[in-house]
T-cell receptor
Framework: SAVISQKPSRDICQRGTSLTIQCQVD?????MFWYRQQPGQSLTLIATANQGSEATYESGFVIDKFPISRPNLTFSTLTVSNMSPEDSSIYLCSVWGGMGDTQYFGPGTRLTVL | DAKTTQPPSMDCAEGRAANLPCNHSTISGNEYVYWYRQIHSQGPQYIIHGLKNNETNEMASLIITEDRKSSTLILPHATLRDTAVYYCIVRVWGAQKLVFGQGTRLTINP
């Protein structure tokens, strides 16, 4: 299994500011995934982050709004830029582990934008 | 990936078996059925997955019909801690993405 930690666990931010969320994994992984879960909704994939290359964004998500860094095989950051109340969500980091057949999730970062 | 259909909510008495259905009528031969659950405000937790044979682990059993168009997740002795949203997901082996639907909100009642 993979153990994933995220920082911060929660934050309350003012609109127009930016927040960087950190994801740390206890083993080296090729791909890391960032999901968003809006209140009362299911999870939506934001982007896939490979080490040493630009992240691949899903439809509806852009790099200017959600820049991602992947400096090494155990760490990634997601920045939520120029925040608005609509960005209030839980942001989750995820990796594949085991035999490559199980996806593990971090505890999430609960973001509230006022 | 094939779509899945799950009931939006279910109730089950504590100590009873909870049987959560999932329809995936358009599943293809190389797609696996995965189950995850999300306890309130936590990250999703992997439960079990299977291709065509029934599977069992320490958490649950997965029963997949012979035509693979539907499956049932069974929690044999549900406890209050099993209250969560349960997601049934179909994934092509090797595909990197997991696509989440709306899931079933399971409530275990004392």
């Amino acid at each position: 299994s993979a153990v994933i930690s995220q920082k911060p666990s929660r934050d309350i931010c003012q609109r127009g500011t930016s927040l960087t969320i950190q994801c740390q994994v206890d083993s080296q992984v090729t791909m890391m995934f960032w999901y968003r879960q809006q209140p009362g909704q299911s999870l939506t994939l934001i982007a896939t982050a490979n080490q040493g290359s630009e992240a691949t964004y899903e439809s509806g998500f852009v790099i200017d709004k959600f820049p991602i860094s992947r400096p090494n095989l155990t760490f990634s950051t997601l920045t939520v830029s120029n925040m608005s109340p609509e960005d209030s969500s839980i942001y989750l980091c995820s990796v594949w582990g085991g035999m490559g057949d199980t996806q593990y999730f971090g505890p999430g970062t609960r973001l509230t934008v006022l | 990936d094939a779509k899945t259909t799950q009931p939006p909510s279910m109730d089950c008495a504590e100590g009873r078996a909870a049987n959560l259905p999932c329809n995936h009528s358009t599943i293809s031969g190389n797609e696996y059925v995965y189950w995850y659950r999300q306890i309130h405000s936590q990250g999703p937790q992997y439960i079990i997955h299977g291709l065509k044979n029934n599977e069992t682990n320490e958490m649950a059993s997965l029963i997949i019909t012979e035509d693979r168009k539907s499956s049932t997740l069974i929690l044999p002795h549900a406890t209050l801690r099993d209250t969560a949203v349960y997601y049934c997901i179909v994934r092509v082996w090797g595909a990197q993405k997991l696509v989440f639907g709306q899931g079933t909100r399971l409530t275990i009642n004392p």
